[in-house]
């Protein structure tokens, strides 16, 4: 690819975050806590969460669930759909949902409402970065790492056209002058 990446949340930063929203996680008493991340973009975020989980007292289950909404371009469209579902009952359980971006909120609402839909007994959000002002259906996330400006962000698991997902930090690409990046197919 090869265009530079500037960062905007550093992997130290974004570190100390995971203490404090774990912190606060293990606050609010959940009992029986299942993790659900919301992939792709969330595996690094949620990976670290669950060790900053750890770190405070808490021994949450683990699972994933793969959901795509439509994109055109970089913007969404609409619809969200399950690519690969969770395997665990979630009835009667406290699940917190881990992901990467708050944006239109269609990918957490419609996760939220599946969540409830199964009879989840309590389910918790919890987004790395929330994009203000972008919202197409009113939900609102429970934890929130990062309030972060209205641009494209990568790295940390988030890609654009699968690339990027590797870097420690969430940065911005600088595409220059005459730089163009493709468009992610959703996750
Ligand atoms: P929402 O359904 O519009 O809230 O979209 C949230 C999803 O869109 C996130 O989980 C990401 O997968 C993706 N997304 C939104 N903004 C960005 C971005 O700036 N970079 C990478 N992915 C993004
Ligand atoms: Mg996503």
């Not at 949340?9 to 774990?22: K, M, P, V, W």
């Not at 919301?38 to 669950?50: P, Q």
């Not at 750890?54 to 949450?60: K, W």
């Not at 970089?74 to 708050?102: E, F, M, N, P, Y």
């Amino acid at each position: 690819m090869g265009h530079r990446v500037n960062v905007l949340f550093s992997a130290d930063t974004i570190g100390a975050r995971n203490t404090e929203l774990a912190a606060e996680i293990a606050a609010l008493n959940t009992e029986r806590l299942l993790v659900v991340a919301v992939l792709k973009g969330s595996f690094v975020f949620a990976a670290d969460l669950i060790r900053s989980l750890h770190s405070a007292g808490l021994a949450p289950e683990v699972e994933f669930i793969s959901l795509s909404s439509y994109r055109d371009g970089t913007v969404s469209s609409g619809a969200v759909r399950i690519v690969h579902d969770i395997d665990s009952d979630v009835a009667g359980r406290d699940v917190l949902l881990v992901d990467d971006i708050l944006e239109s909120g269609r990918t957490l609402a419609f996760a939220k409402d599946l969540m409830a839909a199964r009879g989840a007994r309590k389910v918790l959000t919890c987004v790395l970065l929330e994009k203000p002002n972008k919202r197409a259906v009113r939900v609102d996330a429970d934890l929130v790492g990062f309030r972060c400006p209205d641009l494209f962000v990568v790295g940390y698991g988030m890609d654009v056209a699968h690339a990027y997902r590797e870097l420690p930090f969430v940065g911005v690409v600088d595409v220059g002058d005459d730089g163009e990046t493709k468009p992610d197919q959703g996750g």
